[in-house]
């Protein structure tokens, strides 16, 4: 009996010792499958914005609420040096100068680390997320303005200067840059900031014709600035001296050369009236000439070969007729001696006149002497009309052509009879 209730006693204690076993178990393994079913993955350390200074260390390990021997870590579009470590999450970088000696790294300028952590049994539990790495040196490092050019340039009017303002960075780069110039220019592209290029055509009237000084320098001043106001300046020279405007001295020449040829046709054709004058009183002078002497000597024939006395009488009178001819040639064709010269006058200067132009004649519409022979033309063609300024010019008109005063003026009968005589 004793025995019976023994192995009873033992049967109930069993199954009470299993009961509390099973009531122990059961919520401690619904307890890790709702955490590792319901609880959501996050990094319980994120630290979002770093600040490290320039040959320093940053170390930093991530942590998150679940296992770290079950997930892993990675890291996307990341500086250079930057390093996570991908099972522990540890994020590894050492700022060296050498990255913003290179200029791959810059100062005060932040730059986002995209990192994150994943399951390695489920793709869907992973977290993505982000944190920022500014970089700062106590030394402080000025930016320059370097301009592409040399400090001094040489130009001319109507010359096109361009030139790129480049910036080298510091440790803040430049944001900002002013144009100054020592006198007023206009139409030109001014510089606002670092890589714009200046751009100025220099006009033709930059130098004055009433100015004392044949050249003149422009000085520009490029003064740049970062968000502090630290400023640094550069300057750049443009020494200029007077140019040509070829299309317009082309059309003044062309106006020039015109007037010149118009004065010349009213020169000759001028001389071609004063010739003929000279010529045609040449003519009734010579008739006056003849008939005197004719008369002269046909009266000392008839006086000293007639029979009759009345023959000899009238021989005696004739020549006293022909000495009475002599103030009837004065009174009705005068000598044209001044008309003569004045012809002569007025051929010289035509015939010089035709010369220069010739000889001054442009070999281009971009003739690199173009200012001094339209000088020497200009100072020809007032000489010559300072010379005749007494004297009218003949006007063309339907009795004057202009083609019969160029065929007679080339008339090599004439052209002989005015050139100058070598004694």
């Given at each position: 009996?004793?025995y019976?209730?023994?192995?009873?006693?033992?049967l109930?204690?069993?199954?009470i010792?299993?009961?509390?076993?099973?009531?122990r178990?059961?919520?401690?393994?619904a307890r890790l499958?709702?955490?590792?079913v319901e609880?959501?993955?996050?990094?319980i350390?994120?630290?979002?914005?770093?600040?490290?200074?320039?040959?320093s260390i940053?170390?930093?390990?991530?942590?998150?609420?679940?296992?770290?021997e079950?997930?892993?870590?990675?890291?996307?579009?990341?500086?250079?040096?930057?390093k996570?470590?991908?099972?522990?999450?540890i994020?590894?970088?050492?700022?060296?100068?050498?990255?913003?000696k290179?200029g791959?790294?810059?100062?005060?300028?932040?730059?986002?680390?995209?990192?994150g952590?994943?399951s390695?049994?489920?793709?869907?539990?992973k977290?993505?997320?982000?944190c920022?790495?500014v970089?700062?040196?106590?030394?402080?490092i000025?930016?320059?303005?370097?301009?592409?050019?040399?400090?001094?340039?040489?130009?001319?009017?109507g010359?096109?200067?361009?030139?790129?303002v480049?910036c080298?960075?510091?440790?803040?780069?430049i944001?900002?840059i002013?144009?100054?110039?020592?006198?007023?220019?206009a139409?030109y592209?001014?510089v606002?900031?670092?890589?714009?290029?200046?751009i100025w055509?220099i006009?033709?009237d930059f130098?004055?014709?009433?100015?004392?000084?044949?050249?003149?320098?422009?000085a520009?001043?490029?003064?740049g600035?970062d968000?502090?106001?630290?400023?640094?300046?550069?300057?750049?020279?443009i020494?200029?001296?007077?140019?040509?405007?070829?299309?317009?001295?082309?059309?003044?020449?062309?106006?020039?050369?015109?007037?010149?040829?118009n004065?010349?046709a009213?020169?000759k054709?001028?001389?071609?009236?004063l010739s003929n004058?000279?010529?045609?009183n040449?003519?009734?002078?010579?008739?006056?000439d003849?008939?005197g002497s004719?008369?002269?000597l046909?009266?000392t024939v008839v006086?000293?070969?007639?029979?009759?006395?009345?023959a000899?009488?009238?021989?005696?009178?004739?020549?006293?007729?022909?000495?009475?001819l002599?103030?009837v040639?004065?009174?009705t064709?005068p000598?044209?001696t001044?008309?003569?010269?004045?012809a002569t006058?007025?051929r010289?200067v035509a015939?010089?006149?035709?010369?220069?132009?010739?000889?001054?004649?442009?070999?281009?519409e971009?003739?690199?002497?173009?200012?001094?022979?339209?000088?020497k033309l200009?100072?020809?063609?007032?000489?010559?009309?300072?010379?005749?300024?007494?004297?009218?010019?003949?006007?063309?008109?339907?009795?004057?052509?202009?083609?019969?005063?160029?065929?007679?003026?080339?008339?090599?009968?004439?052209?002989?009879?005015?050139?100058p005589k070598m004694?």
């Amino acid at each position: 009996m004793k025995y019976i209730l023994a192995v009873i006693m033992l049967l109930q204690w069993q199954i009470i010792f299993s009961q509390d076993t099973t009531k122990r178990i059961l919520p401690d393994s619904a307890r890790l499958q709702k955490d590792s079913v319901e609880v959501p993955l996050r990094i319980i350390n994120l630290n979002p914005y770093f600040t490290l200074h320039v040959d320093s260390i940053l170390q930093y390990d991530f942590e998150i609420n679940k296992p770290a021997e079950r997930y892993h870590w990675y890291m996307k579009n990341a500086p250079l040096g930057v390093k996570l470590d991908k099972s522990t999450g540890i994020l590894y970088f050492k700022a060296d100068k050498s990255y913003f000696k290179s200029g791959k790294l810059k100062y005060d300028q932040p730059y986002q680390v995209n990192l994150g952590v994943q399951s390695l049994f489920n793709p869907d539990e992973k977290v993505d997320t982000s944190c920022t790495i500014v970089f700062y040196n106590t030394e402080i490092i000025q930016s320059r303005i370097k301009p592409s050019v040399n400090g001094m340039l040489f130009a001319e009017e109507g010359d096109s200067i361009k030139f790129r303002v480049q910036c080298e960075d510091g440790t803040f780069p430049i944001e900002q840059i002013t144009m100054f110039t020592n006198m007023p220019i206009a139409q030109y592209k001014s510089v606002k900031s670092c890589d714009e290029d200046f751009i100025w055509m220099i006009p033709f009237d930059f130098i004055r014709d009433n100015d004392t000084a044949k050249q003149k320098t422009l000085a520009i001043s490029f003064v740049g600035s970062d968000k502090f106001s630290n400023k640094d300046t550069a300057q750049v020279r443009i020494q200029i001296k007077p140019g040509i405007d070829y299309p317009r001295q082309y059309l003044v020449y062309q106006k020039l050369a015109t007037e010149i040829d118009n004065y010349v046709a009213s020169l000759k054709l001028t001389f071609y009236v004063l010739s003929n004058t000279v010529k045609k009183n040449k003519s009734t002078r010579t008739t006056f000439d003849i008939t005197g002497s004719t008369t002269a000597l046909a009266g000392t024939v008839v006086a000293t070969t007639a029979q009759s006395q009345q023959a000899k009488d009238i021989g005696k009178i004739l020549p006293s007729i022909g000495l009475t001819l002599v103030p009837v040639k004065e009174a009705t064709a005068p000598s044209k001696t001044q008309e003569q010269n004045m012809a002569t006058q007025v051929r010289t200067v035509a015939k010089r006149l035709e010369y220069l132009l010739s000889e001054n004649a442009l070999i281009g519409e971009r003739d690199p002497d173009v200012l001094a022979k339209t000088k020497k033309l200009q100072e020809e063609l007032k000489q010559a009309r300072m010379q005749l300024v007494d004297f009218p010019l003949v006007e063309f008109d339907e009795k004057f052509t202009r083609e019969d005063a160029e065929k007679y003026f080339e008339n090599p009968k004439v052209n002989k009879k005015y050139r100058p005589k070598m004694n």
